[in-house]
Nanobody, 126 residues
Framework: QVQLVESGGGSVQAGGSLRLSCAASGLPQRSGCMGWFRQAPGEEGEGVATFNTGDGRIYYVDSVKGRFTISQDGAKNTLSLQMDSLKPEDTAVYYC???????????????????WGQGTQVTVSS
């Protein structure tokens, strides 16, 4: 059974940085599609970045391009999201997710994913 545990959230001022980590256990050798989503209060969830583990293709939502970087460690048991130049509109609960049985070319909908972490709060003040 796949389990995902996020960490690294917190409160920063605009322009600051945070690094989110997602510790994964129970992943098969082929990890399929992994990604980060976020949900702000009163808003729909939004895909932030997806990582196709088979070929390393990465996709970002336009609002974070050039500021966020998704990566997977060599052992494939940690998915990270480096967030730089943070803005107040980045404030949200961030979730990592995975579906080892699929590939993702582009920002796929949340329904694509089968396993989710518990979420970590990111708050950016102006």
């Amino acid at each position: 059974q796949v389990q995902l545990v996020e960490s690294g959230g917190g409160s920063v001022q605009a322009g600051g940085s945070l690094r989110l980590s997602c510790a994964a256990s129970g992943l098969p050798q082929r990890s399929g599609c992994m990604g980060w989503f976020r949900q702000a209060p009163g808003e729909e969830g939004e895909g932030v970045a997806t990582f196709n583990t088979g070929d390393g293709r990465i996709y970002y939502v336009d609002s974070v391009k050039g500021r966020f970087t998704i990566s997977q460690d060599g052992a494939k048991n940690t998915l990270s999201l480096q967030m730089d130049s943070l803005k107040p509109e980045d404030t949200a609960v961030y979730y990592c997710a995975t579906n080892p049985s699929t590939v993702c070319y582009g920002l796929v909908p949340s329904s694509t994913f089968r396993s989710w972490g518990q979420g970590t709060q990111v708050t950016v003040s102006s």
